[in-house]
């Protein structure tokens, strides 16, 4: 399963930017998912993601700013990033979980380069 994210750039503090995560491939299912980001010498951190329950967790830094959802019908899922800071300046990743017709997989998009001007 290949995922293929867009909507990075770079926007003003202040901003907005809606990232989308596209998924394809032979016949699949996805469980779980979720948008992370890096910056260069740090760690991968989580910035949302769905949980087993259904529900979506959120980073302490981005809460009430950023907003994950999913358009099952397109196999697309988005972040919506409002009131962005220069602290969000990233490359940003999303990530999915679930089964093929060959057995589990889990995936990552390419990434995308969000940079928030102060």
């Known amino acids: 399963v290949q995922l293929v994210e867009s909507g990075g750039g770079l926007v003003q503090a202040g901003g907005s930017l809606r990232l989308s995560c596209a998924a394809s491939?032979?016949?699949?299912?996805?469980?779980?998912m979720g948008w992370y980001r890096q910056t260069p010498g740090n760690q991968r951190e989580l910035v949302a993601a769905?949980?087993?329950?259904?529900?979506?967790v959120y980073a302490d830094s981005v809460k009430g700013r950023f907003t994950m959802s999913r358009d099952i019908a397109k196999n697309t899922m988005y972040l919506q990033m409002n009131s962005l800071k220069p602290e969000d300046t990233a490359v940003y990743y999303c990530?999915?979980?679930?089964?093929?017709?060959?057995?589990?997989?889990?995936?990552w998009g390419q990434g995308t380069q969000v940079t928030v001007s102060s």
């Open positions: 491939g032979s016949t699949f299912s996805i469980n779980d």
């Open positions: 769905t949980t087993s329950g259904g529900s979506i």
């Open positions: 990530n999915a979980h679930g089964l093929t017709n060959y057995g589990p997989f889990t995936s």
